[in-house]
């Protein structure tokens, strides 16, 4: 991977280029304890995106991957990590760019819709619909199971999946801990009703930690939703329906 220095902060990223021709820019914003080869490139996304004409940017979300990681919670608000994103457009000389963000990296996605809209071609938020206004989806207990020596019960079954996930991935724990603590924040209406760049919901209809797509694109101006039929958070982000759905709402923006 490439990396360059966002505000003090090293950030890893790919940038393919599409196989035939220039290619409009889309950067990819993967999820939580995740990052950009398992969110992006071993679900196939790369591969479709860059297939179908586009220039596939994805980064490490500071603390995740190979970017560097961070332990003050403080440092991993969603404001730190869509500069970063924003940061990353400039450091490749992009002016704008169709941003698309799972999960975590949906709620990035929304706050660089609304803060830097000059930048954005239009925003796809995937995994995350009305929880991106209320603050729910996720239990309590994450942190502290990221934390907890290794054989420690997880005081739930979600901060348990998390903690497995997190060590397949062979995450940081601590860092990711701090994020889960810093990360969090919600939009109001009010502020969702601001954004003026086209947008994509794309939630599974089994998916317990996003909350409704359709009723996040109902507070969006020019908003629609695409719901990935029999599919929850984790089986989702990969789904070939998503892909498809995508791909024809890129087609489709100017």
Same mark, same amino acid.
């Given at each position: 991977?490439?990396?360059?220095?966002?505000?003090?902060?090293?950030?890893?990223?790919?940038?393919?280029?599409?196989?035939?021709?220039?290619?409009?820019?889309?950067?990819?914003?993967?999820?939580?304890?995740?990052?950009?080869?398992?969110?992006?490139?071993?679900?196939?996304?790369?591969?479709?995106?860059?297939?179908?004409?586009?220039?596939?940017?994805?980064?490490?979300?500071?603390?995740?991957?190979?970017?560097?990681?961070?332990?003050?919670?403080?440092?991993?608000?969603?404001?730190?990590?869509?500069?970063?994103?924003?940061?990353?457009?400039?450091?490749?000389?992009?002016?704008? @760019?169709?941003?698309?963000?799972?999960?975590?990296?949906?709620?990035? %996605? =929304?706050?660089? *819709?609304?803060? $830097?809209? !000059?930048? /954005?071609?239009?925003?796809?938020?995937?995994?995350?619909?009305?929880?991106?206004?209320?603050?729910?989806?996720?239990?309590?207990?994450?942190?502290?199971?990221?934390?907890?020596?290794?054989?420690?019960?997880?005081?739930?079954?979600?901060?348990?999946?998390?903690?497995?996930?997190?060590?397949?991935?062979?995450?940081?724990?601590?860092?990711?801990?701090?994020?889960?603590?810093?990360?969090?924040?919600?939009?109001?209406?009010?502020?969702?009703?601001?954004?003026?760049?086209?947008?994509?919901?794309?939630?599974?209809?089994?998916?317990?930690?996003?909350?409704?797509?359709?009723?996040?694109?109902?507070?969006?101006?020019? @908003?629609?939703?695409?719901?990935?039929?029999?599919?929850?958070?984790? %089986? =989702?982000?990969? *789904?070939?329906? $998503?892909? !498809?759905? /995508?791909?024809?709402?890129?087609?489709?923006?100017?």
């Amino acid at each position: 991977m490439d990396s360059f220095d966002s505000d003090g902060v090293r950030i890893a990223y790919i940038d393919v280029p599409p196989t035939e021709g220039a290619g409009t820019p889309i950067l990819l914003i993967h999820g939580f304890a995740s990052n950009h080869a398992v969110n992006w490139v071993n679900t196939q996304w790369v591969r479709a995106l860059t297939q179908a004409g586009y220039r596939a940017i994805a980064l490490d979300n500071r603390g995740h991957g190979e970017s560097e990681k961070l332990y003050d919670p403080a440092a991993y608000s969603s404001e730190a990590m869509a500069g970063d994103a924003v940061r990353l457009l400039d450091h490749l000389g992009i002016a704008r @760019a169709h941003v698309m963000g799972y999960s975590m990296g949906g709620r990035i %996605t =929304a706050h660089i *819709a609304l803060d $830097h809209a !000059d930048r /954005v071609r239009s925003a796809l938020i995937g995994g995350l619909g009305m929880h991106l206004v209320e603050g729910k989806g996720l239990p309590s207990g994450i942190s502290e199971a990221l934390e907890a020596p290794p054989g420690t019960p997880a005081p739930n079954p979600t901060a348990a999946a998390f903690r497995t996930f997190a060590e397949q991935t062979r995450s940081d724990l601590r860092a990711l801990a701090a994020c889960m603590r810093g990360s969090r924040q919600t939009l109001s209406r009010a502020e969702l009703a601001q954004i003026e760049v086209p947008v994509l919901v794309s939630v599974g209809t089994l998916d317990t930690v996003a909350g409704s797509g359709p009723a996040l694109a109902a507070l969006i101006p020019d @908003a629609r939703a695409l719901e990935i039929v029999g599919k929850d958070h984790s %089986t =989702a982000v990969g *789904a070939k329906p $998503h892909r !498809d759905g /995508v791909l024809a709402f890129l087609a489709a923006q100017p």
